[in-house]
């Protein structure tokens, strides 16, 4: 069904949108005296996402204490065989923990979901009044805060409860919950013993990792069989939940700026000022899709896009190998993007078409179509938007001082696009009690996509045709292969463990690295120590920059200020200057000023480069000399490896090692660099609105960007 043939509707609805309205308005009268009468509909479903959008329209939001009291609601409730397709990169909090020191999938989002899809009558017809809901959800939820989980918790987790409810358990369900941690082998227990972690996390790492030896990853057939396992244990369908792919995988961010990030939890603290440009996987010797969840997808009647992070959850399920093209192959399913209801910070907070706003409804499509290989052919059939009418107009307004959006449906423009929007009251009453935020009632959500399966023409639905120009399909692959992160991280640990500094510093500098992955492992082999120097024995200059850490070419040594130590943000921001510093390393042989050019009002710094063979350098010969170039240092006709660069008077300049260091890490952190952030801004502006020395500016500034994605980073 093509939007465009179902517009002559009333108040710019489609015929098809009226009838669907017609029928939620009928579901929605009286819908709680209806709930026992209103049978599921017999269809197969399948729902993708991840987190907390995904396990609110499932099954209701389950990491509130208030849930197991709530009436049960959601897409399962509202039809016979509801499947999931679960993201499995997210890499922060105790997930991103695990993820550190494991070979495995980010399997927080599978825990929150597990958890929405537990059948809370399973557990009141089994054992009555005992509070065996209450019991699973806390352990799920149980977190250990700043300690580490003892030895007994792990091999009991009923021992974190209340005393009331560990003698409220029973003996049955106390056994199942403990199946999996009560014999850990030695390795294992260690590397789940670490402070910040959930308690479902660790129940279903250890399931995972049931007969795998130390250093292994887990094979796609125990990663299954362990979630199907964990779901039986606490009462959750079996062979519903599906995690995208078993394969470990890391997110890369790319901005419009062309800076890369890697890591979910790392694009969600950066602030690059720009929007995402496209996201891609790193997945671990070649990613492949969860076979079940393709052939789930591609036998489905409906398959529903729950609300959710953009580029962090819904993005990365489609961009898992097989699982768009399983969605393109069914030509039947009825196929509905569940559109978010608030503009996401770092994500959706800046229109990819226009910076100065967030995003409407249609740039989420179009966000598909940049991202996905093949666009989005073939991939929506509707928009479900949230109606914004029922809301009072001052709620709205307190949510905009607080610079809380809405993601806004831009009718037309969702038509033009081949989707037909449909927009509903999908939302809850009151603000959900933990974070002060409306969001979708999973009964409103679910009666509204039942609406739309019960009105959809009984016929094959054609595949809507994305023809937009502004939004272009990927020409590459959006799946890449790195080695896994766990592993990553003991090379790291490997090689701090071989350089002079203290034990609190190496510790530091491993966390500063899981925090800015795209730091290469070898980026490390270019330095020998770390130095700490008091304000009285500080000898660097400060005439070009106020950089309170160096590299010291001749020790081999990162000198870092004493006064850094004092923040976190300021010695990683030092550290990652002298760092990059240190890739340039012993690169030059000799540096001087040469007299001031008579009548130019100017004077002349002078490098010449060490030969090829005496360098310690990073770049080779060719990318050194284009570096630079873009640094502005020009060759010396007639002298070879000599360049030099024209200062004018009374002005001032960064060398080219300074220079290296603070672009080295602004591609980090635009923080770490904020006197270079703010020239940066440049690349955010089109060509068209620039004059002539700010478009030459520009343009040096993209290839300095690319030159690092490149030469430094090695994402090309």
Partial sequence: MKATAHLAGTGGRSVFEERVMAALSRLYADADAQRERRKPLAARVVVLGGGTGLSTVLGGNSSLASWVEQEPAGLLHEFSQVDTGVCTTDDGGSTGELVRRLPMIGIGDTRKVMLS????????????????????????????????????ELRDPVRVLPASLRRACPAELRESLAAWTKDLPPWLETKLRVPGHSLGNLILTAAIFRGVPEGKTPSRAQVLRAVDEVARAVGAPVGRLH????????????????????????????????AVRRVQIAFAGGGQGNPRLISRLKKADLIIYAPGSLYSSMLPVLLTPGVAEAIRANRRAIKILGANLWIQEGETDMSFREARRGFWVSELIEAYKRNVPGGAEGLFDVALATS????????????????????HLDRARVSELGVIPIEADLVTGEPVEHTAMIHHDPLRFALAVRAIYESWPQRVAEPASLSDATAKRPKKSSVLIEPVISDRMALVVKKLAGKKM???????????????????PEHLDYFDGVQVVAESKWQRSREWDNVLGYYDPQARQIVLHELVLKNKTTWQANFAVALGEALLGRYIARKWWEPDVPDAGARTYNIQLRAAGERECYLGSQPLRRYLELAQMMPQPGRKDCYFRLIAEGSGFLPSGVLFGLTYAWMLANEFAPALDFEMQTLLWPVGRLLPYQAQTRARQQELVRFFRAHVFGRR
């Fill in 388 to 407: 914004l009418d029922p809301l009072p107009g001052g709620i709205i307004r307190s949510y905009a001082l607080e610079d809380k959006h809405p993601i």
């Fill in 117 to 152: 899809m537990v059948d809370r009558s399973y557990w009141a017809q089994r054992y009555g009044d005992r509070p065996a809901a209450t019991i699973v959800q806390q352990v799920f939820l149980h977190r250990f805060g700043e300690r580490a989980p003892a030895r007994a």
């Fill in 243 to 274: 995690p995208a792919s078993a394969v470990p995988g890391a997110l890369i961010y790319e901005y419009a700026n062309g800076v890369v990030a890697t890591g979910q939890a790392r694009a969600a603290r950066a602030r690059r000022g720009c």
């Fill in 502 to 520: 203290t034990a609190a510093l190496r510790r530091e500098i491993a966390d500063f690295w899981w925090e800015h992955q795209d730091v290469l």
